[in-house]
């Protein structure tokens, strides 16, 4: 029979321990600072329907472990971070297969709480009595509900689709009905706005091999070739290179798909697998992951292999659009302030076709959609993507350029620069 496993034989920190010792720091501050209390976050339930566990974002910002089922607890007051966990990891768990379940302590391993620089490991039985205690005693009680949430009781619907946080939530208004409980959206995002110099450098990894992957799928762009075609082919490329998974679906769109946002072609099962034909413009707008970050980027590309006048003409108009907008990025600037310079910059008749203000570009990291506060002035160390889209169904026509923009010291440096954004350079790519 196999002995036991332990947790650092199998997985290890993305980051040196000082780096998630540190982000505890600054929350325990920003709570301090805002009335104190503990904030908690829980893990994700562990599973094994077939896909690679892929830890919740704020857990995993503040630990750098993939546990699962298991609680966070901060104290700004005590200046303590304990983890609530399993007694054993349930993954590792078969009593009717012993040699290929051996089992695995995460309660008693004490290389975890040591790995991550935690004051204290406890079993998760053992949650509901400092719950009880932070009830009675009224000590604000911080969770991230995510951006626009109220700390209104959710209800319970026929049909919902909560996300593990949202189950969390109702676990707690549910169960401990008084506790204090206080949003701690705003110092989350506080925090991951601002990437440290080693998310930096994983991120660039990112962005490098996003425009890597590109650079080898483009030449296959071809009348004839379907989109899902391109997709298996560019993440193939992402994984040869060392990225894990994908931070968010491809979306490879091609003619009258490119008109489309998204949300609406992902609403059918089979939408989005057009043939492309000649003439036609395709839309990338991709990423990878690599240890747990991610990219995304943009361009569009001919099918034919050259573009028509009409396409050029719209393709060097977005493009500075998308330059003006990068140029106006610099510490001290709000994303609002950013926007206005492209009042300027669109043509009156291309207006009502372009899709800039709040859907112009966002904050990536652990998650495509960082949290974010709109009204924080950008600083340097903020990573954020420009998208400022054109989809004109009247014609019909859909360009989408998108770039990685890094905020630095003096301006802003554009991480996805290097792969071509010009009819020129795009056309350049497909012909190979």
Not at 277 to 303: A, H, K, N
Not at 333 to 348: C, F, G, N
Request: glycine content about 8%.
């Amino acid at each position: 029979m196999n002995p036991p496993e332990s947790y650092l034989n199998w997985s290890f920190l993305p980051f040196p321990r000082k780096e998630f010792k540190s982000r505890r720091a600054k929350l325990m501050a920003l709570l301090a600072a805002a009335g104190g209390g503990v904030f908690l976050t829980p893990s994700r339930h562990h599973f094994s329907d077939g896909f690679t566990f892929r830890q919740l974002d704020d857990f995993l910002y503040f630990t750098g472990l993939e546990v699962p089922d298991s609680v966070l607890a901060i104290d700004a007051d005590r200046g303590e971070t304990t983890l609530f966990v399993p007694e054993n990891d349930p993954r590792f768990e078969n009593p009717t297969r012993p040699n290929d379940f051996p089992g695995r302590p995460l309660r008693a391993d004490r290389s975890l709480a040591e790995a991550a620089g935690l004051y204290a490991c406890r079993s998760i039985d053992e949650h509901g009595e400092f719950l009880a205690e932070w009830q009675r005693s009224q000590r604000p009680v911080w969770i991230n509900p995510g951006r626009g949430q109220s700390q209104t009781p959710l209800q319970s619907q026929p049909i919902h689709s909560w996300t593990p946080l949202d189950g969390f939530r109702f676990f707690l208004q549910s169960q401990y009905p008084n506790l204090n409980l206080q949003s701690a959206f705003e110092p989350i995002a506080r925090l991951r706005m601002i990437k440290s110099a080693a998310e930096q450098a994983v991120m660039r990894r990112a962005c490098a091999i996003t425009m890597e992957s590109i650079r080898a799928t483009a030449p296959l762009i071809r009348p004839g070739v379907d989109e899902r075609t391109l997709e298996g082919i560019l993440e193939a490329e992402f994984k040869k290179r060392g990225a894990q998974r994908l931070p968010f679906a491809s979306i490879i769109k091609s003619g009258p798909n490119s008109l489309w946002p998204w949300r609406i072609l992902a609403a059918h099962y089979d939408r989005r697998n057009r043939v492309m034909q000649d003439e036609e413009l395709v839309v990338f707008d991709v990423g990878c992951e690599v240890d747990y970050y991610g990219s995304d980027m943009g361009r569009t590309f001919p099918v034919s292999g050259r573009f028509t006048p009409r396409q050029r003409d719209i393709l060097a108009m977005q493009l500075e659009v998308l330059d003006g907008l990068i140029e106006a990025m610099r510490p001290g600037v709000t994303l609002a302030q950013a926007h206005t310079v492209t009042e300027k910059l669109i043509p009156r008749k291309a207006k009502p076709y372009m899709q800039v203000g709040l859907f112009f570009g966002h904050h990536i990291g652990l998650s495509p959609g960082d949290p974010s506060l709109a009204d924080v002035p950008l600083a340097p160390g903020m990573i954020i993507t420009v998208e400022p889209w054109y989809y004109n169904h009247a014609e019909p026509l859909a360009t989408f350029n998108e770039d990685v923009i890094l905020i630095t010291e003096d301006g802003r440096e554009n991480l996805t620069a290097t792969l071509p954004r010009t009819a020129e350079g795009m056309a350049g790519m497909v012909a190979g």
